[in-house]
């Protein structure tokens, strides 16, 4: 009988907890960030962290994305970190660590993590980061095989064959850069930035027709965009020339 009554009130404290973490997630849900981090805070029993069924690791996953979206890194990453060591079989938090690290432009650091989780499972969005991490270190050969596994595990990823494109068009492979960028294009047609490198990579290989009709999609979907009207008034022009 005292046992029974000890794993009720187990279970009915972990429900309390996780109950918590709902409050937590709809300020986050709200944009009440502060909020949010104050309901985690007053729930968030770090002594806790390894217990099973413990919402510590649903909290700091939480935490890492809202630091993450009011800029405060190094918090956002010592959570996420955190997130990692508890569930050392998912790479959720990996991917996330890995991107924070692309945005701050610690590109090898987001190699490192980027292969930590391939060690965990063949994925095509790790593969992704590291081809996208590649290509800003300007190790463009390395990028491109990297893109093409990513590719080749999802091949509906769009934002890996618009990078795969960039990649080649560095590489000054303009018909495969154009065939990457419309199978981009083909997968998601209303991106502006796809539509503005389609246009680039046609503009480049002298078919200035489509160029213009690619630039005019990009400008239309984003003309607020300084670098895509720049293109437009550049292809426009030459095209009436």
């Known amino acids: ?42 729930n968030l029993d770090v002594s806790k962290d390894f217990e099973p ?5 649903n909290l700091r996953y939480l935490a890492g994305h809202i630091h993450a979206k009011k800029g405060n890194y190094e918090s956002a990453l010592a959570h996420l970190k955190r997130c990692a060591e508890i569930k050392k079989d998912t790479i959720d938090p990996i991917i996330d660590i890995a991107f924070i690290y692309i945005d701050q432009k610690s590109f090898t650091d987001a190699i490192t993590w980027a292969r930590k989780a391939i060690q965990i499972k063949q994925s095509a969005i790790a593969y992704y980061i590291l081809g996208l991490s590649f290509s800003r270190i300007q190790s463009f050969w390395q990028a491109k095989e990297y893109l093409e596994k990513a590719i080749a595990i999802d091949p509906e990823m769009y934002y ?29 047609p209303s991106s502006a930035y796809i539509c503005n490198n389609l246009a680039l990579c046609y503009a480049k290989s002298g078919d ?5 009709e690619m630039i005019g999609k990009a400008h239309t979907f984003d003309a607020s965009n300084t670098i895509i009207t720049a293109n437009y008034n550049r292809i426009i022009n030459v095209a009436n020339k």
Do not use: C, W
């Open 1 to 42: 009988m005292r046992l029974l009554l000890v794993i009720m009130l187990m279970l009915s404290s972990v429900a309390q907890a996780f109950a918590q973490y709902d409050k937590a997630v709809k300020h986050f849900e709200q944009g009440n960030y502060d909020a949010s981090l104050a309901e985690i805070a007053s």
């Open 53 to 57: 069924n413990s919402p510590n690791y």
């Open 160 to 188: 890996a064959y618009n990078e795969l494109g960039n990649v080649l068009m560095h590489l000054g492979k303009l018909s495969q850069a154009q065939t990457a960028y419309s199978a981009a294009y083909a997968l998601y």
């Open 208 to 212: 200035i027709k489509k160029a213009k």
